[in-house]
């Protein structure tokens, strides 16, 4: 048996369903436009919002002062003390330290060893 399109077409068309619009029915159509105006306008009130935030910061950081001036001048610190030596505690440091001569080893004698990439007898 062969399909036969016009066939399929006449059994749809006994079906008494009603017909509906692609678009949908007036009063939805209405809806999603308002539903589209509505974010359209939200996003344009969104946007007028933030750029009103940033002129607004761009203007109070144009008019700031951009350092505050010290009001007490710096004076000189003193030295650092140590209150440990100044209460005895701790054992006085001569001013100038000993020198100490330190031996630097030597290395070890090379000549009786094989070198390092000669093979094992």
């Known amino acids: 048996m062969a399909f036969d399109p016009h066939e399929m077409?006449?059994?749809?068309e006994a079906d008494n369903a009603p017909y509906v619009p692609l678009g949908g029915t007036r009063a939805e159509?209405?809806?999603?436009?308002?539903?589209?105006?509505?974010?359209?306008?939200?996003?344009v009130l969104l946007i007028g919002l933030a750029d009103i935030v940033?002129?607004?910061?761009?203007?109070?950081?144009?008019?700031?002062?951009?350092d505050a001036a010290p009001t007490v001048e710096p004076t000189e610190?003193?030295?650092p003390r140590?209150?440990?030596?100044?209460?005895?505690?701790?054992?006085?440091?001569?001013?100038?330290?000993?020198p100490t001569t330190s031996a630097?080893?030597?290395?070890?004698?090379t000549e009786d060893l094989p070198p390092s990439n000669a093979q094992l007898q």
């Open 104 to 109: 630097s080893p030597s290395p070890p004698p």
């Open 29 to 43: 159509r209405v809806q999603r436009l308002q539903v589209g105006l509505f974010g359209i306008v939200a996003m």
């Open 54 to 66: 940033i002129s607004r910061a761009q203007q109070t950081e144009a008019i700031t002062v951009p």
């Open 77 to 79: 610190t003193a030295a």
């Open 9 to 12: 077409m006449r059994e749809h």
């Open 82 to 98: 140590d209150p440990l030596s100044d209460a005895g505690v701790v054992p006085e440091l001569p001013a100038e330290p000993t």
